[in-house]
């Protein structure tokens, strides 16, 4: 592991004690287009998926390196039909970023109030513990 990628996960997990997290997520697979600048500055695009998600935030992982408390724009990925359907993008602000052995996984919490899963999550049965 690089020098930069053991400080991040060392700063991730000191933050990761000091700070719970405001919600419960449900554990979810959303196909996503996220797009955003990298840790050099440089404009990406790149297609991934989340992890778990909540009204406020999700967990995602990412090829690409980004700056914590960055900026980014995820829009869902559906498909109907054999066809991609249009839908709008939702600024996140990344909060949490660990090294995996490929990429990044990242924490990333909603910047606008805009529903962006298409599906309720406040149903009790549908809530993972918070960790």
């Not at 997990?13 to 000091?18: D, L, S």
Request: aromatic share 8%; net charge positive; glycine share 8%.
């Amino acid at each position: 592991m690089t020098n930069t990628a053991t400080y991040f996960a060392e700063v991730s997990r000191e933050e990761a004690v000091r700070q719970p997290r405001r919600e419960q997520r449900v554990p979810s697979v959303f196909r996503i287009e996220v797009c955003g600048f990298n840790r050099l500055g440089r404009f990406f695009t790149e297609r991934t998926q989340t992890s778990n998600v909540s009204d406020g935030g999700c967990e995602l992982s990412l090829g690409i390196e980004v700056e914590k408390n960055s900026v980014l724009a995820l829009r869902v990925i559906e498909r109907r039909n054999g066809c991609e359907l249009q839908s709008h993008p939702a600024l996140f602000q990344v909060e949490r970023i660990v090294p995996q052995t490929r990429g990044w996984t990242l924490g990333v919490s909603k910047l606008q109030s805009v529903p962006v899963w298409g599906i309720g999550l406040t149903a009790e049965k549908y809530l993972a513990p918070a960790y």
